[in-house]
């Protein structure tokens, strides 16, 4: 049995690990320039990223290249991952478009739907990826939120979560051109 004292600790405890979202998409309401995924994503896009653990420890850094068209009536982005280990992974996103805004995305590792909504410069996406845990696999929850902030910049935060518990946070920079064609 726990004692109500105990009870309202850990519910503070939990309520201080997760955090409460600040940000809404109202927010973002008028500002430019608007997000468009389709738009932006079409044709080459890379990124750099990172995972940090919810001490804030960098645990991952890695690089993706990324390919985005129509085939039919789906947005199709084709993402080739590099690890800074030298591990590789990809991934497929079938994305839907739909009313005002709104998305529905696939993908092979993802657990049922994504789901997306843009709002002036901001999409937020959720939705539940299964990632590789020993011999096993895991089921987190991502918050992804993507601000373009121009013609050729995103910067994408994601929250990620176990139990309603944040187990880490992921943090990308995407750029329209090849940053390493950019730096000759």
């Given at each position: 049995m726990i004692r109500?004292?105990?009870?309202?600790?850990t519910?503070?405890?939990?309520?201080?690990?997760?955090?409460?979202?600040?940000?809404?998409?109202?927010?973002?309401q008028g500002t430019e320039p608007a997000f468009d995924l389709t738009d932006y994503f079409a044709g080459k896009t890379w990124a750099h990223g990172v995972f940090e653990g919810r001490g804030g420890e960098i645990k991952r850094q890695f690089r993706v290249e990324i390919d985005?068209?129509?085939?039919?009536e789906e947005f199709v982005l084709d993402e080739d991952f590099?690890?800074?280990?030298g591990e590789t992974d990809q991934r497929t996103w079938r994305i839907t478009p739909g009313d005002e805004g709104e998305y529905v995305g696939r993908a092979g590792d993802i657990v049922g739907t994504a789901t997306?909504?843009?709002?002036?410069?901001?999409?937020?996406?959720?939705?539940?990826?299964r990632l590789p845990y020993g011999d096993s696999?895991?089921?987190?929850?991502?918050?992804?939120?993507?601000?373009?902030?121009?013609?050729?910049?995103?910067i994408n935060r994601a929250t990620v979560s176990k139990f309603g518990f944040r187990v880490g946070e992921v943090t990308l920079f995407f750029v329209k051109s090849d940053p390493d064609e950019a730096r000759s």
């Open positions: 109500r004292p105990a009870l309202a600790m519910l503070a405890i939990a309520f201080l690990v997760t955090g409460c979202s600040s940000m809404k998409l109202e927010q973002f985005g068209y129509w085939e039919g590099v690890y800074d280990d997306g909504h843009e709002v002036g410069q901001a999409l937020n996406w959720q939705y539940t990826l696999t895991i089921d987190v929850k991502f918050d992804d939120w993507m601000i373009r902030r121009s013609e050729h910049v995103v």
